[in-house]
């Protein structure tokens, strides 16, 4: 099995700023690499997909890079609604694990 | 509108079977694989396996193969997810989702509200 590491598991961060959340993969994935973000009570909601690609909807502040096993997700000017919890997940093979998760909240 | 309709919230005790849904809308059930991902406040986000409702092929995660019986109905548009003897373990919240895919990028685009389980004596 293919091991997810996100870091860091929780950072606190100003309406305005900007933010890097990181996910290392325990093997080479490619770029078969997606984000999803999670708000408290509510179903994960897809943000990009092949380590890069915004999915439709997605405001443009939010940004995915990397290949191999080292990804991140940058979010360029943080608004109120993207206080949330960040899961990463590998789609290269079976089983298709998450990520543990970053959450980030509001300094 | 694609729509993912989970069933409600169950209690069980430790040993009993459990059966719940994910009624979808809005697509073609039968071309898009469906997913099931588990989460617990301690273990995050597991993926369980997923199934293509038009061939009922269905592939688990090793954690789960064994645990869980994911199946489909066609006719009423509707995956499931059954345990024939609970255990307190499986106390969480499920998710079904549908499985995307572009230039063998796969990715649940779209989700069920959640169900809660709860396994308790």
């Known amino acids: 099995d293919i091991q997810m590491t996100q870091s860091p598991s929780s950072l606190s961060a100003s309406i305005g700023d900007g933010v890097t959340i990181t996910c290392r993969a325990s093997?080479?994935?490619?770029?078969?690499l997606n984000w999803y973000q999670q708000k408290p009570g509510k179903a994960p909601k897809l943000l990009i997909f092949?380590?890069?690609s915004l999915q439709s909807g997605v405001p443009s502040r939010f940004s995915g890079s990397g290949s191999g096993t080292d990804f991140t997700l940058t979010i360029s000017s943080l608004q109120p609604e993207d206080f949330a919890t960040y899961y990463c997940q590998q789609s290269y093979s079976t089983p298709r694990r998450f990520g543990q998760g970053t959450k980030l909240e509001i300094k | 509108e694609v729509q993912l309709v989970q069933s409600g919230a169950e209690v069980k005790k430790p040993g009993e079977s459990l059966k719940i849904s994910c009624k979808v809308s809005g697509y073609t059930f039968s071309t898009y694989w469906i997913g099931w991902v588990r989460q617990t406040p301690g273990k995050g986000l597991e993926w369980m396996g997923v199934?293509?409702?038009?061939?009922?092929?269905?592939r688990y995660s090793p954690s789960f193969q064994g645990q869980v019986t994911i199946s489909a109905d066609k006719s009423i548009s509707t995956a499931y997810l059954q345990w024939s003897s609970l255990k307190a373990s499986d106390t969480a919240i499920y998710y079904c989702?549908?499985?995307?895919?572009?230039?063998?990028?796969?990715?649940?685009?779209?989700w069920g509200q959640g169900t809660l389980v709860t396994v308790s004596s």
């Open positions: 093997q080479s994935i490619s770029t078969y």
């Open positions: 989702a549908r499985r995307d895919g572009y230039s063998g990028y796969l990715y649940f685009d779209y």
């Open positions: 092949a380590a890069s």
């Open positions: 199934i293509y409702p038009g061939d009922s092929d269905t």
